[in-house]
Nanobody, 117 residues
Framework: QVQLVESGGGMVQAGGSLRLSCAAS????????MGWYRQYPGKKRELVATTTADGSTNYADSVQGRFTISRDNANNTVYLQMDSLKPEDTCIYYCYAREAVLFSDFWGPGTQVTVSS
C-alpha cells in the first residue's frame, strides 16, 4: 500500500510561483516514475510532468520552460516548481507514483492551484 499526499497548492497572482510537494508513504518497495497530472472539469486527467528514478523527465508542452519537476528518491518525494504561472494553470493537480513491485499506480487526493489575473 502506498499513500500519496500533496501539499503546496494555493492561490497566486499571474506571474507568480508555487512549489508543490508530494510524499509517498506506506509499504513502499520500489517507486519508479513519479509525477504530476492535472484535471480540468469535464476533461480527462492530463500529464503535467513526470520523472523517472534515473532522472529522465517529461513535460507537457503547455508547461515546458515554466515548470520544473524534481525528486528526492531517498524520501520518495516529488516536487513541482511552478513559475510564471498563468490563469489557465488553475486546476486541481494530482500526484502520481508507479510502484514497480506491486505493479500499481497510485494517486494523491489532489491539491488546488488557483492563479488570478
Amino acid at each position: 500500500q502506498v499513500q500519496l499526499v500533496e501539499s503546496g497548492g494555493g492561490m497566486v497572482q499571474a506571474g507568480g510561483s508555487l512549489r508543490l510537494s508530494c510524499a509517498a508513504s506506506g509499504r513502499i518497495f520500489r517507486i519508479t516514475t513519479m509525477g504530476w497530472y492535472r484535471q480540468y472539469p469535464g476533461k480527462k486527467r492530463e500529464l503535467v510532468a513526470t520523472t523517472t528514478a534515473d532522472g529522465s523527465t517529461n513535460y507537457a508542452d503547455s508547461v515546458q520552460g515554466r515548470f520544473t519537476i524534481s525528486r528526492d528518491n531517498a524520501n520518495n518525494t516529488v516536487y513541482l516548481q511552478m513559475d510564471s504561472l498563468k490563469p489557465e494553470d488553475t486546476c486541481i493537480y494530482y500526484c502520481y507514483a508507479r510502484e514497480a513491485v506491486l505493479f500499481s499506480d497510485f494517486w494523491g487526493p489532489g491539491t488546488q492551484v488557483t492563479v488570478s489575473s
